[in-house]
């Protein structure tokens, strides 16, 4: 089977975005190609990634590449029309560079081995570390493992959004709690909950895909009792309150369900949301006041941040 490989020459700030674009036309797999990231992880002993990647010259001089993978198709050129339109109205509200859109054919094989490579062992918090389901991995006592096979999902829980979001889970979780995952696309952030001691947890996700690849997640990971994973848009039809709210979704989304999020919030519970550019930080934080909440922390990495809210 034949892949198209689409490349987007973009910059950090716009990495979340693009990324989003390229999942919303049905990319296969992502991969982030960013020399500054590259260079700081293979010189930091810290969470992030270690990657195996032996030849540098490979990624950009400047900005970063954002590499999806589709089906070669008869309407790839339909598919790629609307994609640069897209990117052209992101330019409107984001510093997205060149924006350069190159297109290359791969055969199958070599798709698997152009993200596979990238996606190593990740230690994410304290207490958590990501294994690609493929990796041979041996964990250290101390250390709790989440399997993940993102699949056509979109969420490999190695993006600073993720590691804000649940390192703030595992900052904030009690043994017992409830807690509601909306956006989950692999489920990573629903398998971290239930592995630092949720009892019930909800997923929800308006993709069909991702609500397919996070089920398998669940069940690789041995929470399948503890999380139910169920097609939603948002919060909408949602009943019941919840000790903790989590969402990592793009800042515009977010802003779109705060009032929604406060009423799923037990008092005293907290609304965990993270994929917020560093611009639209007092946006959300004005929106989430405005709703009730108070601002309990913000947590920044890189140009993203994370906001912890809590209902009073």
Request: overall charge negative.
């Amino acid at each position: 089977m034949k892949w198209s490989e689409i490349c987007v020459h973009t910059t950090q700030l716009a990495v979340e975005a693009v990324s989003n674009l390229l999942h919303e036309v049905g990319a296969q797999g992502v991969v982030i190609e960013d020399v500054e990231d590259f260079d700081r992880m293979m010189a930091e002993d810290h969470f992030g990634e270690i990657w195996d990647v032996s030849d540098r010259e490979t990624y950009p001089t400047s900005g970063v590449h954002v590499k999806a993978y589709v089906p070669a198709s008869g309407d790839f050129q339909d598919l790629l029309s609307n994609l640069k339109k897209e990117i052209e109205r992101l330019r409107t509200m984001l510093d997205i560079g060149s924006g350069d859109v190159t297109v290359a054919e791969i055969d199958e094989e070599d798709w698997a081995h152009s993200w596979k490579q990238y996606y190593k062992p990740v230690k994410i918090s304290q207490q958590l570390t990501i294994v690609p389901l493929w990796e041979e991995y041996t964990p250290q006592p101390e250390e709790n493992v989440i399997l993940l096979d993102p699949g056509m999902a979109f969420g490999t829980g190695t993006h600073p959004t993720t590691m804000l979001c649940i390192q703030a889970i595992e900052n904030y979780i009690q043994e017992g709690d409830h807690v509601i995952d909306v956006g989950t696309g692999s489920g990573v952030l629903s398998i971290a909950a239930a592995k630092l001691g949720a009892t019930n947890v909800k997923a929800l996700d308006l993709d069909s895909v991702a609500v397919e690849s996070a089920r398998q997640n669940v069940e690789t990971n041995g929470v399948g009792e503890l999380v139910q994973v169920d097609t939603g848009d948002l919060l909408k039809g949602v009943e019941g309150e919840y000790d903790l709210v989590v969402a990592n979704i793009l800042a515009d989304v977010i802003l779109l369900f705060i009032e929604d999020a406060y009423a799923r919030t037990k008092s005293g519970g907290r609304f965990i949301t993270s994929g917020i550019i560093g611009e639209k930080r007092a946006e959300v934080t004005n929106a989430l006041v405005a709703a009730g909440f108070e601002i309990e922390e913000t947590r920044v990495m890189e140009d993203w941040v994370a906001i912890i809210a809590k209902k009073g």
